[in-house]
Nanobody, 132 residues
Framework: QVQLVESGGGSVQAGGSLRLSCAVA?????????MGWFRQAPGKEREGVAG???????VYADSVKDRFTISQDNAKSTLYLRMDSLKPEDTAMYYC?????????????????????????WGQGTQVTVSS
């Protein structure tokens, strides 16, 4: 069992910044995870924002490239999403997701899961509202 708890959402004006956090708690010790941030606006499908593989790097949605940064702090078991130059269209509920990853995985293992939104564990979400 893995529990994910997001925090850091809020209301901000366009051009502002926020940093989302996702605390990861697990009954078991997994050496590696595929991690991701997703968002869902009212009336829209959930979409990928950023994915992270600790060995093979990161992937971003085109709409957030050069504005958002995904990172992790293994010592704190926390995933982050730094969001700069926020736009009204970034308004959504943001979710973090995790999937234990095998040590002997391919370079595309986590990226494939990100693109398919294929994660076993999801947080409850944190709301981000950007006003113009």
């Amino acid at each position: 069992q893995v529990q994910l708890v997001e925090s850091g959402g809020g209301s901000v004006q366009a051009g502002g910044s926020l940093r989302l956090s996702c605390a990861v708690a697990s009954r078991y010790t997994y050496s590696s995870y595929c991690m991701g941030w997703f968002r869902q606006a009212p009336g829209k499908e959930r979409e990928g924002v950023a994915g992270l593989d600790s060995d093979f790097g990161t992937v971003y949605a085109d709409s957030v490239k050069d504005r958002f940064t995904i990172s992790q702090d293994n010592a704190k078991s926390t995933l982050y999403l730094r969001m700069d130059s926020l736009k009204p269209e970034d308004t959504a509920m943001y979710y973090c997701a995790a999937e234990p990853a095998p040590e002997s995985r391919s370079r595309v293992y986590c990226e494939s899961r990100y693109k398919k939104k294929n994660y076993r564990y999801w947080g409850q979400g944190t709301q981000v509202t950007v006003s113009s």
